[in-house]
């Protein structure tokens, strides 16, 4: 559900501006239009400042800090710390490029061993002239000359290493290609290796020093985000009686009305509040159950309702849960998932991550329902106790068929419910006259299905059915653009009736995915269990065939939930974005509505 919001005009003195959204970011209950103003350059940098400081603290609480008993916590002020860290990223980035430079330098050099550049500068102020080979061992004596003075200096890989000194004036006799000597020898660049990864190590101590207390740098963001939003509020004040006056636009919650217009009455101001918004669009906020509240991110993923129609959350949620249930559809996972989420909750006190640790409670449960339903467990099915047989025994259907109609059915049932939602939002913004023909479609739609599955059973009242089924047709046809030429509505209706059809019938077949992304996790698990227990009873050895049949059952297990979880995420969430979105005629674009507060207050 929206909250309804109250939109409140007010005028204050320009003098009294400063003060007075002072005192309302005090009280922290209301919503502050800013619209399409363009802010200036102090409320740009300290935008930019709290998105910098947004991504340095997202970074550092993404570190997982090894020995943190030898990390020295970093007793500094936020803005220095900022600082430090930004260094230590810079000169870290430096030293990997470094690293990998050398790296590379090594390898070439690894082959010619030890020397010393000292050594050869030496040999040159002698007029000795050192030229550098490479030749494989078993051709080093037969291509040497008796005449050349020859020093060997390394033996790699079947290759030797080896210079060869000319000597003032005398001829070089050696038809072998020369090779370039490298800058440094082996030994000098692992030294140098090893200094540069003691440089990185020492910036990655500071870079988790300051992770420790990067809660400080969070808190700093409040204050500039703070400060920013003071700055967009009083820039956002339209001037009134020739600049005199500012004028605000307020939003607040129905909830909070008493308690802004106590807050309004006891400042020097002049304020009007308006109830029914008539063409604007209020920031949005949500209100829903706990259970509800948890699939809200998820809903965000998408858009915000615009403010005139109604919420989905409250129907995506079950949805999504039965069919994220119905893609992992075992029992084991499900297990395995509440399990873990309810582990991680004790032990996580994190207000913004222990929401998405109920949610995986929820969707662990969807799962060890459909496991249930199904009779599978870690891939193993029990044939002789399905429930999802019975589905199959009632309607004559073939092995597997069940899971297949209970899918359609799922499908049918959330489309069903867009369409209702569709008729609500038409009816809240337009008027029922102009909900009729949808109404009509809803009829055709359920009656047609009675007529399918009970027209035997049902005797003489089927024949009212028909007649229901036919006004509805007509209305259908004919009234489905109220106040346009008869003519006109017949060609839009068949227009219509031929994109409904076709489009109901594509968006019905969409949910066959949530039956074969559950059968296939099935089949999945199902393979990974025969293959550990053929593999553990080839090895033939007590103790080790059970170990491989473990090691093969955990990354098999492992890989399959890893898979089908990605998939039973997606695929709902295509459901219910596509098919469920566009049968409710959802058209969103909301924006969110943002507390105008001090830090921390909100």
Same mark, same amino acid.
């Given at each position: 559900?929206?909250?309804?919001?109250?939109?409140?005009?007010?005028?204050?003195?320009?003098?009294?501006?400063?003060? #007075?959204?002072?005192?309302?970011?005090?009280?922290?209950?209301?919503?502050?239009?800013?619209?399409?103003?363009?802010?200036?350059?102090?409320?740009?940098?300290?935008?930019?400042?709290?998105?910098?400081?947004?991504?340095?603290?997202?970074?550092?609480?993404?570190?997982?800090?090894?020995? %943190?008993?030898?990390?020295?916590?970093?007793?500094?002020?936020?803005?220095?710390?900022?600082?430090?860290?930004?260094? %230590?990223?810079?000169?870290?980035?430096?030293?990997?490029?470094?690293?990998?430079?050398?790296?590379?330098?090594?390898?070439?050099?690894?082959?010619?061993?030890?020397?010393?550049?000292?050594?050869?500068?030496?040999?040159?102020?002698?007029?000795?002239?050192?030229?550098?080979?490479?030749?494989?061992?078993?051709? #080093?004596?037969?291509?040497?000359?008796?005449?050349?003075?020859?020093?060997?200096?390394?033996?790699?890989?079947?290759?030797?290493?080896? %210079?060869?000194?000319?000597?003032?004036?005398?001829?070089?006799?050696?038809?072998?290609?020369?090779?370039?000597?490298?800058?440094?020898?082996?030994?000098?660049?692992?030294?140098?290796?090893?200094?540069?990864?003691?440089?990185?190590?020492?910036?990655?101590?500071?870079?988790?020093?300051?992770?420790?207390?990067?809660?400080?740098?969070?808190?700093?963001?409040?204050?500039?985000?703070?400060?920013?939003?003071?700055?967009?509020?009083?820039?956002?004040?339209?001037?009134?009686?020739?600049?005199?006056?500012?004028?605000?636009?307020?939003?607040?919650?129905?909830?909070?009305?008493?308690?802004?217009?106590?807050?309004?009455?006891?400042?020097?101001?002049?304020?009007?509040?308006?109830?029914?918004?008539?063409?604007?669009?209020?920031?949005?906020?949500?209100?829903?159950?706990? #259970?509800?509240?948890?699939?809200?991110?998820?809903?965000?993923?998408?858009?915000?309702?615009?403010?005139?129609?109604?919420?989905?959350?409250?129907?995506?949620?079950?949805?999504?849960?039965?069919?994220?249930?119905?893609?992992?559809?075992?029992?084991?996972?499900?297990?395995?998932?509440?399990?873990?989420?309810?582990?991680?909750?004790?032990?996580?006190?994190?207000?913004?991550?222990?929401?998405?640790?109920?949610?995986?409670?929820?969707?662990?449960?969807?799962?060890?329902?459909?496991?249930?339903?199904?009779?599978?467990?870690?891939?193993?099915? #029990?044939?002789? @106790?399905?429930?999802?047989?019975?589905?199959?025994?009632?309607?004559?259907?073939?092995?597997?068929?069940?899971?297949?109609?209970?899918?359609?059915?799922?499908?049918?049932?959330?489309?069903?419910?867009?369409?209702?939602?569709?008729?609500?939002? @038409?009816?809240?913004?337009?008027?029922?006259?102009?909900?009729?023909?949808?109404?009509?479609?809803?009829?055709?739609?359920?009656?047609?299905?009675?007529?399918?599955?009970?027209?035997?059973?049902?005797?003489?009242?089927?024949?009212?059915?028909?007649?229901?089924?036919?006004? %509805?047709?007509?209305?259908?046809?004919?009234?489905?653009?109220?106040?346009?030429?008869?003519?006109?509505?017949?060609?839009?209706?068949?227009?219509?009736?031929?994109?409904?059809?076709?489009?109901?019938?594509?968006? /019905? /077949?969409?949910?066959?995915?949530?039956?074969?992304?559950?059968?296939?996790?099935?089949?999945?698990?199902?393979?990974?269990?025969?293959?550990? /227990?053929?593999?553990?009873?080839?090895?033939?050895?007590?103790?080790?065939?059970? /170990?491989?049949?473990?090691?093969?059952?955990?990354?098999?297990?492992?890989?399959?939930?890893?898979?089908?979880?990605?998939?039973?995420?997606?695929?709902?969430?295509?459901?219910?974005?596509?098919?469920?979105?566009?049968?409710?005629?959802?058209?969103?674009?909301?924006?969110?509505?943002?507390?105008?507060?001090?830090?921390?207050?909100?």
């Amino acid at each position: 559900m929206i909250h309804r919001m109250v939109k409140y005009d007010v005028l204050v003195y320009r003098n009294d501006i400063d003060v #007075f959204l002072n005192a309302l970011q005090d009280m922290g209950a209301s919503h502050v239009e800013t619209g399409e103003t363009k802010f200036d350059t102090e409320t740009t940098v300290l935008l930019k400042k709290a998105e910098k400081y947004q991504t340095i603290y997202n970074a550092l609480k993404a570190i997982e800090i090894e020995n %943190a008993g030898e990390v020295e916590t970093i007793d500094a002020d936020p803005k220095t710390l900022v600082e430090m860290y930004e260094n %230590a990223v810079e000169k870290r980035s430096n030293i990997d490029a470094a690293i990998k430079k050398i790296e590379k330098d090594i390898e070439e050099a690894r082959p010619w061993d030890e020397f010393d550049r000292h050594d050869i500068e030496k040999l040159k102020q002698l007029n000795l002239i050192p030229h550098f080979y490479s030749v494989n061992e078993k051709y #080093f004596d037969k291509n040497l000359s008796q005449n050349q003075l020859v020093c060997e200096m390394n033996r790699y890989e079947g290759r030797v290493y080896f %210079a060869v000194i000319q000597e003032d004036g005398r001829e070089l006799d050696f038809d072998l290609p020369e090779t370039k000597l490298p800058a440094a020898s082996y030994i000098e660049l692992s030294d140098e290796l090893k200094r540069l990864e003691n440089d990185d190590s020492k910036c990655r101590k500071i870079i988790a020093g300051i992770a420790i207390v990067a809660d400080t740098i969070e808190a700093e963001r409040k204050k500039i985000l703070e400060k920013a939003d003071f700055g967009m509020a009083k820039q956002s004040a339209s001037d009134a009686a020739d600049g005199y006056v500012k004028r605000l636009t307020i939003w607040a919650p129905r909830m909070s009305r008493a308690t802004i217009e106590v807050f309004l009455d006891r400042h020097p101001v002049i304020w009007i509040d308006e109830v029914r918004v008539a063409d604007e669009q209020p920031p949005i906020m949500l209100r829903n159950n706990n #259970f509800a509240k948890l699939f809200e991110p998820i809903t965000k993923l998408y858009s915000l309702p615009n403010y005139r129609e109604i919420d989905l959350t409250p129907m995506l949620a079950p949805f999504f849960m039965l069919f994220f249930g119905f893609c992992l559809g075992d029992g084991g996972y499900g297990l395995f998932i509440l399990t873990l989420a309810s582990i991680l909750k004790l032990k996580i006190k994190s207000e913004s991550i222990r929401p998405f640790l109920s949610l995986a409670q929820w969707l662990g449960g969807g799962t060890m329902l459909f496991g249930f339903i199904t009779a599978t467990f870690f891939g193993i099915t #029990f044939n002789d @106790i399905k429930p999802d047989k019975i589905i199959e025994q009632r309607l004559g259907l073939q092995e597997n068929y069940g899971m297949l109609f209970f899918s359609l059915i799922l499908g049918c049932v959330q489309i069903i419910a867009g369409m209702c939602i569709n008729v609500a939002n @038409i009816v809240i913004i337009r008027g029922w006259k102009y909900a009729m023909a949808n109404i009509a479609w809803i009829v055709m739609v359920l009656g047609g299905a009675a007529c399918y599955f009970a027209g035997d059973q049902m005797g003489r009242a089927v024949y009212a059915l028909y007649g229901l089924l036919a006004a %509805a047709a007509l209305t259908a046809l004919l009234y489905n653009s109220p106040g346009k030429n008869p003519a006109a509505n017949i060609g839009a209706g068949l227009w219509t009736a031929y994109n409904t059809v076709s489009g109901l019938l594509g968006d /019905l /077949l969409s949910y066959i995915r949530l039956f074969a992304l559950g059968m296939t996790g099935g089949i999945l698990g199902g393979v990974f269990n025969t293959i550990a /227990l053929d593999a553990g009873q080839s090895v033939g050895l007590p103790v080790v065939d059970v /170990l491989v049949t473990i090691v093969i059952l955990l990354f098999g297990h492992g890989l399959n939930i890893t898979l089908n979880m990605l998939g039973a995420f997606v695929h709902p969430m295509r459901l219910t974005f596509v098919e469920f979105y566009k049968n409710a005629g959802f058209s969103g674009g909301g924006r969110p509505f943002k507390y105008f507060a001090k830090a921390g207050s909100k």
